[in-house]
């Protein structure tokens, strides 16, 4: 199985700012690399797939990036309804696995 | 606007089979993959296995044993058998369609609990 481990497990920050977060492979997985959204209760929301491409509907704020191993998801200005909890998780290969999350919380 | 409907017993004893149903409204089965996938309380989500239009599957190897995922064409939905359950398969299941492994639809999830 391909591990996805993401980091920081949790972070604190404030409306407006930019924030980064972080998933690495444990090998190579080409560009099959999908960002995901969740709030408390609800299901996850996809928000990015193969590393760039923004779902439909999904703010321009959001945007991905990187290659083969490490990927980052921006959050350019972070508003209010930002504050969740987002997994990365591989295509490359089944099992599709899943980071653990990262927790986007308010400063 | 493709809506999925999960539907299925939310509590079980252990040794039992997980039975989950997931109704496709607003779109055809054909082209898509149709997934399933699982989150234990307070935790991450954990693919458990696909199935394609033509009925090619896939499971996690950690659950192929116990998992079976099948289509019901003539009634555009898919469903979830997991066997011998235990406490461990305590999570919320939610179903989700996708393209090329990723998941642009999901279900509202269901909160399956085992328990004696």
């Known amino acids: 199985d391909i591990q996805m481990t993401q980091s920081p497990s949790s972070l604190s920050a404030s409306v407006g700012d930019r924030v980064t977060m972080t998933c690495r492979a444990s090998q190579s997985i080409s560009s099959y690399l999908n960002w995901y959204q969740q709030k408390p209760g609800k299901a996850p929301k996809l928000l990015i797939f193969g590393i760039y491409t923004l779902h439909s509907g999904v703010p321009s704020r959001f945007s991905g990036s990187g290659s083969g191993t490490e990927f980052t998801l921006t959050i350019s200005s972070l508003q209010p309804e930002d504050f969740a909890t987002y997994y990365c998780q591989q295509s490359y290969s089944t099992p599709r696995t899943f980071g653990q999350g990262t927790k986007v919380e308010i400063k | 606007q493709v809506q999925l409907q999960q539907w299925g017993a939310g509590l079980l004893k252990p040794s039992e089979t997980l039975s989950l149903t997931c109704v496709v409204y607003?779109?055809?089965?054909?082209?898509?993959?149709w997934s399933w996938i699982r989150q234990p309380p307070g935790k991450g989500l954990e693919w458990i296995g696909e199935?394609?239009?033509?009925?090619?599957?896939s499971y996690n190897p950690s659950l192929k044993s116990r998992v079976t995922v099948s289509v019901e064409t003539s009634k555009n939905q898919f469903s979830l058998k997991l066997s011998s359950v235990t406490a461990a398969d305590t999570a919320v299941y939610y179903c989700a369609r996708g393209l090329s492994g990723w998941n642009k639809d999901w279900g509202q999830g269901t909160l399956v609990t085992v328990s004696s």
């Open positions: 199935i394609n239009h033509s009925g090619s599957t």
């Open positions: 607003g779109g055809p089965l054909s082209g898509y993959y």
